[in-house]
């Protein structure tokens, strides 16, 4: 059963400008090649919905709100429900999401449920299925284009290993956020160099991206290059 993965108290760094505990649920509805969460994307429910919070109604007034991640977070049956006791709480919510489950994030946001969400843009549309083994990217696509117009703070992100992407395939997702009429910051995330397994087996990266070559049409931000 899907559920509660895992969870740690507090982070400064994940939730922009809150101080948050991040919950991470099992499942994922990608397969990245880059992914060395194999131990929650392919995990179950380790943690019952209760025991989260419990901890977290001894911190009321300590920690501003709650990040989810994963895995994809959306993948849980009872996320609606868990968010609304959050919420009911005082915290804010922070969303990570791949973007595939489009009916989820837009009932989150119309409920008023999620005060932030970070939207991973995996690849070009050419190569979204190669780096993701998801077939589906017009469905991240529709919740792209509702983001745009909804009422709710986002940011759109792009996890880079170099054997995957290259400098021309961050421009042609600039292209896109560009023509979609994108306001915020692109983050680009320079992938995390480690020893674990990842799905894809992947090696370490053999270079780093060009930062030089990259477009600069919508505002680019680099994290860890
Ligand atoms: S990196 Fe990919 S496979 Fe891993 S949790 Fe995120 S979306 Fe799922």
């Known amino acids: 059963m899907l559920g509660i993965y895992s969870f740690q108290k507090f982070s400064s760094l994940d939730f922009p400008g809150r101080l948050a505990a991040i919950v991470w649920f099992s ?28 901890f977290l109604k001894k911190r009321i007034g300590l920690l501003d709100g709650v990040s989810f991640t994963g895995g994809c977070p959306t993948m849980y049956p ?3 429900d868990f968010a609304k006791k959050i919420k009911n709480m005082g915290f804010e919510i922070k ?10 994030i837009k009932e989150m946001v119309e409920k ?15 190569k979204f299925y190669e ?12 919740t792209f284009d509702y983001l745009i117009e909804a009422d709710v703070e986002f940011e759109v992100r792009t996890t880079v290993h170099t054997d995957l992407l290259d400098e021309n395939d961050i421009n042609k997702i600039i ?4 023509k979609k009429g994108y306001k915020g ?4 995330q320079n992938y995390f160099e480690t020893d674990k397994e990842t799905i894809g ?14 477009n600069k049409l919508i505002p680019v931000e680099f994290r860890n290059f």
């Open 27 to 54: 499942g994922c509805n990608m397969r990245c090649s880059y992914c060395y969460n194999k131990d929650v994307v392919f995990g179950k429910k380790q943690i019952e919905e209760e025991e989260f919070l419990e």
């Open 78 to 80: 009872n996320l609606i």
């Open 95 to 104: 969303l990570d999401t791949n973007g595939i489950n489009f009916e989820v």
């Open 112 to 126: 008023n449920l999620v005060d932030y969400i970070a939207l991973d843009f995996k690849a070009p549309k050419e």
């Open 131 to 142: 780096i993701t083994k998801n077939k589906h990217y017009e469905k991240f696509e529709k």
């Open 175 to 178: 292209d896109v956020l560009s």
């Open 185 to 188: 910051t692109y983050y680009l």
């Open 201 to 214: 087996n992947l090696p370490h990266q053999k270079r780093k991206l060009d930062i030089s070559k990259i």
